[in-house]
């Protein structure tokens, strides 16, 4: 599965960096993006955390 942000939801609270630092960062808008370097998240194990913990619902995993 692959993570994705919707950057008109996000109000960059942080949650989902606390949740998963191995996938998200927050960018220069102060909006949470996927890391460049960023595990499967098969491997990192925690977007589902990530995704269930964002307070408005911005994030969502999706079939590659
Ligand atoms: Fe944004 Fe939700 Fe993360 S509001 S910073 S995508 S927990």
Excluded: W, Y
């Amino acid at each position: 599965m692959k993570p994705m942000v919707d950057q008109n939801l996000c109000i960059g609270c942080g949650t989902c960096i606390n949740a998963c630092p191995q996938v998200f960062e927050i960018n220069a808008e102060g909006k949470a993006e996927i890391r460049q370097d960023a595990p499967d998240c098969n491997e990192a194990g925690c977007c589902e955390v990530a995704r269930d913990s964002c307070p408005v619902g911005a994030i969502a995993l999706v079939e590659e």
